[in-house]
């Protein structure tokens, strides 16, 4: 589904260049949910704005659903976005100006779906979320965790094949995050590949694989014990 | 549909007060606008009046005699033939009017000798031999007066039998005020007591002195001599090229005194100057409606670009969410496009009903002419085309914002 080789993202300031990423490898399979850990900093969500081609990358290469990413143009990434992708924030990105109903409505919009199916999607979406009957809300109205759903609603009513949730629960408290946890293994459940980056090791240890990322690499936690070993016998 | 309206109509709802000052702003400027555009409009079609006259080519030297005169008649036949003689002029006239004069003569046409009313009421009236040539009329039916049609006015004015005008040239405006079923040319009319037939009709000629909106070319006339001394006097009247006018002037003037060294110059001027001097209150008037019209759109699109800057500063985020979600960089430029569009549709719909309201007021208050419908369309073109035109940079800003702003704010 996903497949990134010796990719690098380099930012380049009048002063200093960041190797945001640098030889970054990983291979995430159709229906995989994936957590990606590792400190502030290493580049967690550089490589989640990379995976969904919020950003363009300076190395390496990039394979989505067997499409070369860097050969896309402005146009198809977008195209890309709205219909294989769905993004969960941390800051949820609701936008404030629209009502519940609308807010999950804008990515199918630019799908230039008919009406009857967008408020097919949006109903369904927000029934599933557990928030069909705040669809006339503002996202101003509701709770922190209410507005996370709202989101992931958003994310789902398109049904895209790939989840990209950057730290969905950092900005909710322990409850709140479980429930939205719960939300994210039920789509995985339905097919769904997620990729999600978190901080809170329980919610890590819920997914199927995890990976973690140091310095803006990849590292094997489950290769690194047996070296240890294996040194230590020597 | 090119961009949904319904969220953009939803979210503008969540800045009304914005939204309704930039509508009221588009709202003013477009009423303004449209009642000054065709008050502009007004003034030029003054001030291009056509005079029906050679405008570049004529000069007027006018010269007042100090003390009574005998032979004034003969000594204006030798100013005339002196003047002739000049190089470079081609024509030359004693002539009791000129147009864009402030004073001149008007008379009354009646259709028969016991008819109450007038037909027409004040028409300028041209006195002096030879006014068709001297002005470069043109004649578009009949014949110019012939030498023996030619009677003193003078002898006219003291009321001398047989002095009365028997024969006339109209404009074509009041032939067709007279006749308006018919041909004027060959009718008698009635002027003074006797009856004045229509041997030609002019074009244009515009009246020797202020008009009442419509009757510019309310002119005639008639085959009578004038003198200087002859009651409003008289104006000699010169055709040259435009480029000699200047030096023939001096000229005119220099020989004119030669022959009588006592007289008083009291007017040496172009016709063109002449006409500019006539139409400098219309020119003020219309400068400062241009003006006041240009400092409107200005300050209106400045509101828009310094509004739609606003807007993309505030809302760079959900552009960025946008942009993650799908929306291309067209998509971001249509918004902020179609948004600018309700806004001018809201606000021009809203300008169209004070426009009318400003036009109804100064149709009461000042007699003016009631704005036209046709302006209202233009004006409404005129703002969207402003309103897009000042949304097309901070929209651009808008469509160039990020996908990524959505992860990193
Ligand atoms: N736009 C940017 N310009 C320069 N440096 C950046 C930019 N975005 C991220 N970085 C740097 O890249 C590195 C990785 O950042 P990030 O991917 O946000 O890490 P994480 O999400 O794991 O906290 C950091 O050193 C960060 O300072
Ligand atoms: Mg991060």
């Given at each position: 589904m996903l497949t990134m080789n010796h990719l690098a993202k380099v930012y380049r300031t009048e002063v200093v260049e960041t190797y945001?990423?640098?030889d970054f490898n990983i291979d995430v399979k159709e229906g995989e949910f994936v957590a990606v850990t590792g400190p502030s900093g290493s580049g967690k969500t550089t490589f989640l704005t990379i995976a969904g081609l919020l950003e363009t990358f300076t190395g390496g290469e990039y394979h989505l659903d067997g499409m070369e990413?860097?050969?896309?143009d402005d146009n198809a990434r977008s195209r890309i976005r709205n219909e294989k992708i769905g993004f969960i924030f941390q800051a949820f990105?609701?936008?404030?100006?629209?009502?519940v109903f609308d807010n999950v409505e804008v990515p199918l919009r630019y799908r230039g779906m008919k009406a009857a199916e967008r408020k097919q999607r949006i109903m369904d979406a927000l029934e599933r979320v557990g928030l069909a009957s705040r669809?006339?809300?503002?996202?101003?109205?509701?709770?922190g965790g209410q507005q996370q759903r709202v989101a992931i609603a958003r994310a789902l009513a398109g049904s895209p094949r790939l989840l990209l949730a950057d730290?969905?629960?950092?900005?909710?408290?322990t409850q709140m995050a479980r429930g939205v946890m719960e939300l994210l293994e039920e789509i995985h459940r339905e097919g769904a590949t997620i990729v999600m980056v978190t901080h809170d090791p329980e919610l890590a240890a819920r997914a199927q694989r995890n990976v973690h990322v140091i310095d803006g690499q990849v590292v094997d936690l489950t290769e690194e014990p047996r070296f240890h070993s294996q040194t230590s016998h020597a | 549909m090119p961009m949904d309206i319904l969220p953009i109509l939803a979210s503008l709802r969540r800045h009304k007060v914005t939204a309704i000052l930039l509508i009221l702003e588009i709202a003013l400027t477009c009423a303004i606008v449209c009642n000054a555009v065709f008050l502009i409009g007004l003034r030029l079609d003054r001030i291009h009046t056509?005079?029906?006259?050679?405008d570049n080519e004529l000069i007027m030297v006018r010269m007042s005699n100090i003390g009574g005169r005998s032979d004034v008649r003969a000594r204006t036949l030798e100013d005339l033939a002196a003047l002739r003689g000049?190089?470079?002029?081609?024509s030359a006239a004693i002539l009791a009017q000129t147009p864009f004069g402030y004073s001149g003569t008007t008379s009354s046409i009646k259709l028969?000798?016991?008819?109450?009313?007038?037909?027409?009421?004040y028409v300028s009236t041209y006195f002096g031999e030879g006014v068709v040539n001297a002005f470069g009329?043109?004649?578009?039916?009949g014949r110019d007066f012939s030498a023996d049609e030619y009677h003193w006015l003078q002898d006219l004015n003291l009321g001398l039998?047989?002095?009365?005008?028997?024969s006339v040239i109209v404009t074509e405006a009041v032939a067709k005020r007279l006749f308006p079923d018919g041909n004027a040319l060959g009718k008698d009319v009635y002027i003074y007591d006797e009856p004045s037939r229509v041997i030609g009709i002019v074009r244009h000629l515009v009246t020797s002195q202020e008009w009442v909106p419509g009757q510019e070319d309310y002119s005639m006339i008639l085959p009578m001599r004038v003198s200087?001394?002859?009651?409003?006097g008289g104006t000699y009247v010169m055709r040259t090229s435009p480029d000699q006018r200047d030096r023939v002037l001096d000229a005119a003037v220099a020989k004119l005194k030669g022959l009588d060294p006592r007289r008083v110059l009291t007017q040496k001027s172009t016709l063109e100057k002449q006409r500019a001097t006539f139409f400098s209150a219309d020119r003020a008037t219309a400068g400062w409606l241009i003006a006041t019209c240009a400092a409107l759109l200005v300050v209106t699109a400045l509101g828009i670009v310094g509004l739609g800057s606003f807007w993309v500063a505030q809302r760079r985020r959900q552009i960025g969410v946008r942009r993650a979600l799908g929306a291309r960089r067209v998509d971001i430029l249509r918004y902020f496009q179609t948004e600018n569009f309700l806004l001018a549709t809201f606000g021009i719909v809203l300008g169209m009903g004070m426009a009318y309201g400003i036009s109804l007021f100064l149709v009461l208050?000042?007699?003016?002419p009631r704005l036209p419908a046709h302006y209202l369309p233009m004006g409404a073109v005129l703002l969207w085309l402003l309103g897009q035109g000042a949304v097309l940079s901070p929209a651009l800003r808008a469509a160039s914002v990020p996908p990524v702003v959505a992860t990193r704010g």
């Open positions: 945001a990423l640098r990413v860097s050969k896309l990105n609701l936008i404030p100006d629209l009502n669809a006339k809300h503002y996202p101003a109205e509701l709770s730290e969905p629960t950092g900005n909710l408290d | 056509p005079s029906g006259v050679a000049i190089p470079g002029v081609r028969s000798s016991d008819q109450k009313l007038p037909t027409i009421s009329l043109e004649l578009v039916q039998p047989g002095s009365s005008p028997r200087p001394d002859a009651g409003m208050q000042y007699e003016l």
